[in-house]
């Protein structure tokens, strides 16, 4: 039931950039027998040498971190409503920038085959975890879910914003301290 629940969440709140891949976005591994896209050699994990596929390295981790959060807030009744709303508004905002996110993302890792790569491609690609719980460290997941819906609509978490420099120096978090660069071409088909 969990993972139906969380399936269709996701599917909601990624909308057509991602529905897709809804359970597997949300940390689930492929399903069996699902294509896996093989990584670009000399391409994996992140791109310290080139300042903007790093930024959208970056901010892939923070969006695949909030949808992993909000999945496991869903097996909290007092927060699974409140993270629900949150997490549907925040992404009605960014959703065009989680898109080019994950084209810019599809294009470096991928080439030819970006077209074929999905959520889990790429959070493969940057080696990320597909459960919150380690990332938590000492904060419980009752205080994250708690907190969720106030920290999601900060400025930190505005990945339009990040994405094309918009926001002040002084809101970025520091996973995302890299100069923003122009959205990269649509890779040939």
């Not at 492929?30 to 970056?58: C, F, M, N, T």
């Not at 009605?92 to 890792?109: G, M, T």
């Amino acid at each position: 039931m969990r993972r139906l629940l969380a399936g269709a969440l996701c599917a909601a709140l990624l909308g057509a950039a991602q529905a897709a891949d809804a359970p597997a976005a949300i940390g689930a591994a492929a399903a069996p027998g699902e294509a896996q896209q093989k990584v670009i050699a000399g391409r994996s994990g992140y791109a310290h040498d080139q300042p903007e596929i790093l930024l959208r390295q970056r901010l892939f981790g923070l969006a695949h971190g909030l949808s992993l959060l909000a999945a496991a807030c869903l097996d909290l009744p007092a927060h699974s409503e409140p993270i629900q709303d949150a997490y549907a508004a925040w992404h009605a905002k960014q959703a065009k920038a989680i898109e080019a996110i994950v084209h810019d993302l599809a294009a470096y890792y991928f080439g030819p085959r970006a077209e074929a790569a999905r959520w889990p491609d790429l959070s493969r690609a940057l080696n990320l975890i597909d459960n919150i719980q380690p990332a938590l460290n000492e904060v419980t997941l009752h205080a994250a879910c708690a907190s969720l819906p106030e920290a999601i609509a900060r400025p930190r978490y505005a990945l339009d914003k990040l994405l094309t420099g918009t926001v002040e120096p002084e809101t970025l978090p520091d996973i995302v301290a890299v100069p923003p660069a122009p959205t990269l071409p649509a890779p040939a088909q």
